[in-house]
Nanobody, 122 residues
Framework: QVQLVESGGGLVQAGGSLRLSCVAS????????MGWFRRPPGKEREFVAA????????YYADSVKGRFTISRDNAKNTVYLQMNSLKPEDTAVYYC???????????????WGQGTQVTVSS
């Protein structure tokens, strides 16, 4: 069982930056691929970014490519999402997830955090 706790969300103006963190409880954290997803108001959950267990491979949604960066520190059991040049359409609840595969589909992930709210004002 893996417990995930996100933090770092908040209210920011368009063009600003936030860094989300997700701390995992498992000692086997380094074996898991990690993903960030988001659920905008009134919409389905969507893929944002993913990183392999070693950190050598990353994937991004087209909508965030060049603005967001996913990274991980296996010594701290933590995955990060650095979000720059934020736009109002980035407003959503952001979730981190852990799974075996580095994937873009929600169904590929076995464990999920509770989410953290990010609100970008125009």
């Amino acid at each position: 069982q893996v417990q995930l706790v996100e933090s770092g969300g908040g209210l920011v103006q368009a063009g600003g930056s936030l860094r989300l963190s997700c701390v995992a409880s498992a000692r086997t954290f380094r074996r898991y691929a990690m993903g960030w997803f988001r659920r905008p108001p009134g919409k389905e959950r969507e893929f944002v970014a993913a990183i392999s267990s070693s950190g050598s491979t990353t994937y991004y949604a087209d909508s965030v490519k060049g603005r967001f960066t996913i990274s991980r520190d296996n010594a701290k059991n933590t995955v990060y999402l650095q979000m720059n040049s934020l736009k109002p359409e980035d407003t959503a609840v952001y979730y981190c997830a852990a799974g075996v595969l580095t994937a873009t589909q929600t169904t590929s992930y076995d464990y999920w955090g509770q989410g953290t709210q990010v609100t970008v004002s125009s």
